[in-house]
């Protein structure tokens, strides 16, 4: 394997074709409840009562005998590429035997624990259990190793499927109305057995079926899927979020889902209605991969493309957030740890109170991107574009649009990031949403609206800003992930 520096970009070069193999783990992370455990997602002081089922880590590790590549996903709100994936990484490294690299996307669960610390008990007190996230961290390094430890000779499948009842489980809350309710699936199968090692499946939703007034720790409509899909393929299930900003998701009463039991609808924000969507999409998952359509590489390989960058930290809820200690998240300036703090004016409901606040400019974070390749092609047949947070589906599949209102209307136009996937010749993309990390919503700055008037004059501000780091992210997240995408074509 060759190394090549290229200011902050990290290729893996593409090695002689070889023969696949795969391993798989899992492991149960759930919280225990000796201790207040306060749940992500929707507001403040939500603590959980009890266990419905568990969180986990699950892990896919593929390798073309020279590159190994951890492909993980966590039942969680999210993570912090600094400290935590960095950390996981640095675990990872000690306890293996051989190189790999860990790339790890969350659900974005808004039924799990807190892990970004934004869910506390108030605003301003922190919900990350740190004690709790140092045992997380640690299982998630060991899932790792145990997956890499299980390799042994495989075929992967490639699949994908795009029916309507895919997108009818997605509701798009914000214009531009866009989104992509593609289902691809990555499934590794033992040469030896025949029987299933690991199946990835990468669809846009978020995991919040349950709602706000769940209080069982929960995977979501995740729970459903892990077990459809094991009881149908075998193996370990894995699931990858999409584009999810915007807002993607499938809480709402004019989301119907019909229980075939009843004949009625499943009841909103039930258990019921999680299981249902789990089911059916673990269900369409395992028919693409029995499909014609699917392909099936014995011997092929991998190529990893990951970019360290520096984003700017504009949201002054999270630089409040930062110097409170309610984030735990290292602050920069001009590429340099920045530990200073200040003191900024706060209006909560109308009284104006002192805060303190992170004076530093940027967070750090990651972009990146995976290519398989198949025995007898230089393009390659699968594309994973790792995207640090929920990204706006327009900034990914095009449909960027300018509306009256907006902050920032004649903002030229981020890259379109399919724009330059295509050229690749890849059949497969995965989309990958909270990919080692999670800086939040990823919005055009051209539909960016904090100050009125509201974007095509509606009657309220939109929702999406409140929760991202700011409107500078999309062009430098994008911009990476296009830079990367043209270096595998050159």
């Keep these: 394997m060759k190394f090549e520096w290229s200011g902050i970009l990290l290729l893996l070069l593409v090695v002689p074709a070889a023969a696949f193999q795969a391993g798989a783990s899992k492991r149960d992370v759930t919280p225990p409840l000796d201790r207040p455990v306060f749940i992500a997602g929707f507001g403040n002081n939500r603590t959980a009562t009890g266990v419905h089922d568990p969180i986990w880590v699950r892990c896919l590790v593929v390798s ?65 259990d740190e004690k709790y996230m140092a045992w997380l961290r640690e299982q998630i390094a060991q899932c790792v190793v145990e997956a890499l430890e299980r390799l042994e000779p495989a075929t992967l499948v ?11 489980l997605q509701l798009d809350s914000r214009l531009p109305h ?19 090692i690991g199946t990835l499946v990468n669809w846009a939703n978020h995991p919040e079926v349950l709602g706000s007034k769940n209080r069982l720790l929960s995977s979501d409509f995740c729970w459903a899927l892990y077990e ?7 193996g370990v299930a894995v699931f990858w979020n999409g584009a999810i900003g915007g807002l993607i998701s ?17 009841p909103e924000a039930s258990f019921r209605k999680a299981e249902l969507i789990g089911r059916f999409v673990a269900e369409v998952a395992a028919e693409a991969v029995k499909s014609k359509q699917a392909i099936r590489l014995d011997k092929g390989s991998l ?5 360290p960058l520096f984003v700017p930290l504009q949201n002054p809820r999270f630089r409040i957030a930062a110097a409170t200690k309610v984030i735990n998240r290292p ?12 003191e900024t004016k706060l209006t909560l409901d109308g009284t104006t109170i002192s805060a303190k606040i992170v004076l530093g400019e940027d967070i750090r974070s990651e ?6 390749y198949s025995a007898e092609s230089k393009q390659p047949v699968a594309l994973f574009l790792l995207i640090p947070g929920e990204i706006y589906p327009e900034l990914v599949y095009g449909g960027i649009t300018r509306y009256p209102g907006a902050d920032f209307l004649n903002a030229p136009f981020e890259p379109v990031l399919m724009d330059y996937a295509k050229k690749t010749g890849a059949k497969f993309v995965f989309v990958v949403g909270l990919a080692n990390d999670e800086i939040g919503y990823i919005i055009p700055q051209c539909e960016w609206d904090e100050q009125p008037p509201w974007l095509n004059n509606a009657p309220e501000r939109p929702y999406g800003e409140v929760n991202s780091v700011g409107w500078k992210a999309a062009r430098v997240i994008n911009e990476g992930i296009v830079a990367l995408l043209k270096a595998l074509t050159r």
Excluded: M
Aim: charged share 25%; glycine share 10%; with cysteine.
């Design 178 to 196: 866009v989104k992509d309710h593609t289902l691809c699936v990555l499934q590794a199968v033992s040469k030896r057995t025949g029987r299933t």
């Design 158 to 168: 490639l699949a994908k499927d795009n029916r309507k009842e895919l997108a009818d």
């Design 228 to 234: 459809r899909l094991e009881d149908l393929l075998g």
């Design 367 to 372: 972009v990146g991107v995976v290519a398989i």
């Design 331 to 342: 602050v920069y300036t001009k590429g340099k740890l920045d530990t200073r703090v200040g």
């Design 250 to 266: 499938p809480l709402g009463e004019e989301l119907k889902v019909r229980d075939p039991v009843t004949g009625q609808p499943a």
């Design 303 to 307: 190529r990893v493309l990951l970019k």
């Design 64 to 128: 073309d005998g020279k590159t190994n590549v951890a492909f993980v996903g966590v039942d969680l709100i999210g993570l912090f590429y600094e400290p935590d994936v960095v950390a996981i990484r640095q675990q990872v490294q000690k306890l293996a035997k051989k190189p790999i690299t860990v790339l790890i996307a969350s659900t974005h669960n808004h039924e799990g624990p807190d892990t970004l610390g934004l869910w506390g008990p108030t605003p301003f007190q922190t919900g990350r």
